[in-house]
Structure formats: C-alpha cells, structure tokens
C-alpha cells in the first residue's frame, strides 16, 4: 500500500529506489502535485546555533539542542556534539550516572568511547558506530573516552519515550560501522542509521517514536530528497562545510541547527564545496515532559520520585 502510494509520488523517477529521489542539478525542486494533492518540501522554520558548554566531569562540547535557546523539540530533548583534538575537552569523560524515562543515542564519527553500566553491558564505540540505549525504568552507566590524544568526534541524542514505556527494562543497541548501511546517489553519500532511506533499513529497530537517522554528505552540485511522514518533528544538523535546504533554499553552516517546518519530504543541494548534516524526523508523543538532570518523566513528582530510587539505590534492578 504505502509502495503504491510512493511510486505514484515519484512518477517518472520510479527508476531511483523507493523513499529517496536524488534529483539532478536541472530539476525543479517546486512541489510535485499528486493524486493526493499538493505534496510539500518542508521549509526551515527556525535556525539555531550550537553553544558552547560543559557537562559530565568536565566535558566541553556544543549543545545543539536541550538549552536555553531551543529546549526540546518533541520527542527529542538534547543533541550535543562533541569534537575537539584537545584532550582537555573530553578526557575527564561521562563517569557512573543515572538514566531514567527516555533514550540516549551516541553516534560516533571519530575516537572510541568505552561504556560500562548496571545492567552488565560493556563496550567500545569506535568511529562510525551508533549506540541507542534505551533507559527505560532506570540504568547506571559510564561514558568514558577510550583514548588520550587526538580528536574526538561525536554526538549524543536524546529521545524521549512514550508514558506507557518509561518503566520497561532497559536496553542496548549497540551497532557497529559496518551494520549501518551505506549508499551513494548522483553525489550523496548516505548513512542510514534508523529508519528507511535509499532502499536501506537502518539498523537501529522496535523504537517508539519511529525515528530517522540519516548522516548525509553531499559533493558540490549534489541533491537530495527525502519522503518524511507529514506529522513528524524532523530537523537537520549541519556537521560540516554547508548545505541550502528547503523551498528557500536558505544556506546553513557548519553549527547551525535547522528546524523543519511542516510538510511530506526534505531536500538540500550543495553549493560549497561540501556539506554534511545529520537528518533527523520521529513522531511526537504530545505528552507533559517533566525533565530534571539526567531524568526524564511526565511529572514533578515523578522526577521526585527518580532522585528518591536513584539516592536510596533502587533506580535499578527489581
Ligand atoms: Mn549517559
């Protein structure tokens, strides 16, 4: 059903795989009418900027999201990006805290970090590698850098979970380089994380809120488009060098943050010599979010009652 749907959607351009359709540098990127109606190229509804901050046991990074200046974008709650060839900025690392009510995603593209928690799991994020831990009811864990010099490059997103699903037991996926598939198109280099994209399954499985993850390099003159569900929150992350989004086709740098406005697909062309961005669309849960340190709930005393277990050691196990 949703096949029909998409290749009705693509029309003469079936040829491409279903749920991506690279554009060449001649085609329109006006909104195509289908049987269905108008079908909208989201808008960048908002642009905000990475800030420097510190957290953890001293490590600077840019918080991207979950500031001041843009505190969540439902379900997500944080992005932050660490990168720095300093060990100053990252060496002191994420040492044993808690975790409750929502998910934490590292994505690696330098450096190795080592992660160790309650629950018995132990492993090395080394680059290119995804890592979606679902807190659930409650974990203690350690992020720590598996490496004393040179740079260090990554991310870390936070998702929020439904009500229904903040007590379930926690758990990891733990993905390694090689199981996130990877497609070139026309000039874009795709890495798909979560979600479909370019015929690709991302790796990343059973999440609640449905989301997409792409990482994306495009070459100068290159396109991309992207099929995104209409009521999805979705926004891009520039990583590196520069990317023009949307109708507007407004340029957005390295740091930047792009919020999308609403609408069924996504595309950018590359005008600078390159750009790389981290595309990113789930479903919003529309649920009160009470949010303290590293706590997520739906109320104050839920929050309350996360300090309580975490204090008299019951955040935990049972
Ligand atoms: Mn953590």
Redesign the pocket.
């Known amino acids: 059903m949703l096949l029909t749907r998409r290749r009705l959607i693509l029309g003469a351009a079936a040829a491409v795989p279903i749920g991506v359709l690279a554009l060449s540098r001649k085609e329109s990127s006006m909104p195509t009418v289908t049987p269905e109606g108008p079908r909208r190229v989201r808008e960048i509804e908002r642009v905000v900027t990475a800030q420097r901050t510190s957290d953890g046991a001293g490590v600077n990074l840019n918080r991207i999201l979950g500031g001041r200046e843009l505190p969540m974008l439902d379900p997500f709650l944080l992005l932050d990006e660490f990168q720095s060839d300093n060990p100053n900025d990252y060496i002191a690392g994420?040492p044993d805290?808690p975790?409750r009510g929502f998910e934490?995603v590292t994505y690696m593209l330098h450096g190795a970090m080592e992660h160790r928690d309650s629950v018995g799991n132990h492993g090395r994020l080394g680059p290119g590698t995804a890592q979606w831990m679902t807190a659930g009811r409650g974990i203690i864990?350690s992020?720590m850098p598996k490496q004393e010099r040179g740079l260090m490059w990554g991310y870390q997103l936070w998702v929020n979970l439904p009500r229904k699903n903040k007590w379930r037991a926690p758990r990891y996926q733990d993905i390694p380089a090689e199981k996130i598939p990877e497609r070139d198109l026309d000039g874009a280099h795709l890495r798909v994380v979560a979600g479909n994209a370019a015929a690709s399954t991302g790796p990343v499985q059973g999440i609640d809120v449905e989301p997409l993850f792409l990482d994306l390099a495009l070459t100068k003159g290159a396109r991309f488009a992207h099929d995104l569900p209409a009521g999805h929150t979705a926004f891009v992350y520039i990583v590196e060098g520069a990317l023009r989004v949307g109708p507007s086709k407004r340029e957005l740098r390295r740091g930047q943050l792009a919020v999308l406005a609403p609408g069924e697909s996504f595309e950018a062309h590359c005008d600078a010599e390159q750009g790389r961005g981290l595309l990113l669309a789930a479903r919003p849960l529309g649920e009160p979010v009470a949010r303290r340190g590293p706590f997520v709930m739906n109320t104050d005393d839920e929050i309350r009652q996360a300090f309580d277990d975490y204090r008299s050691g019951r955040l935990v196990g049972g």
């Open positions: 994420f805290h975790h934490t864990h992020e």
